[in-house]
């Protein structure tokens, strides 16, 4: 690999840098497994687990739901969440999503999800009978409905920017002040 750069010496050109031990050793193949599983000692309370562990078995009684970290759009992918203990706080963060389910019939959950908004938490779906790994039956609506809030945040974000600069409220109306340019003005 040749990198330029400023060491101290004579030579200030390319220099030769002779291949070593790679920075990230190859720790084995990770295909079809999960980014991060729930093992012994792992606290799905403090830090993020994969979902489809916690959703083998029913919601723990101290608990309102599992709150989503991070969600991938392919099927298969990272479906991360955290257990959201009753004794925390009510209110969702802003544009986070919990997701809670109850037994409904043999070897089928009832799932709902919420939606964290500046009014507070709203209902965001309901599936009623899902059965098995339903991970990936959830997915589409988690992910459209994330990537649709951080969207409306960034707009929104851009909005307040340009209203703080000056002028802002002229564009598009110049010449509104001349009755001759707008005569039913």
Do not use: K
Not at 140 to 156: F, I
């Amino acid at each position: 690999m040749t990198t330029f750069g400023r060491r101290p010496g004579p030579s200030r050109g390319p220099r030769m840098i002779p291949a070593g031990v790679p920075r990230h050793p190859f720790t084995g193949d990770r295909a079809g497994r999960p980014a991060l599983t729930l093992v012994r000692g792992r606290d799905p309370y403090g830090s993020p687990v994969d979902l489809r562990t916690l959703t083998r078995s029913p919601m723990p009684g101290d608990v309102r739901g599992a709150l989503v970290t991070s969600v991938d759009r392919v099927p298969g992918g990272r479906f991360q969440a955290v257990w959201l203990p009753v004794s925390a706080p009510v209110r969702i963060p802003l544009g986070e999503i919990v997701l809670s389910w109850t037994g409904a019939r043999e070897d089928l959950v009832y799932v709902t999800a919420r939606l964290g908004l500046a009014a507070g938490p709203v209902p965001l779906a309901v599936w009623p009978g899902l059965g098995g790994d339903w991970c990936d039956t959830v997915r589409p609506t988690v992910v459209e409905v994330r990537e649709l809030h951080a969207a409306l945040r960034l707009a929104t974000a851009a909005l307040d920017c340009r209203a703080d600069q000056p002028g802002a409220g002229t564009t598009g109306t110049e010449g509104a002040g001349n009755p001759d340019l707008f005569p039913g003005a």
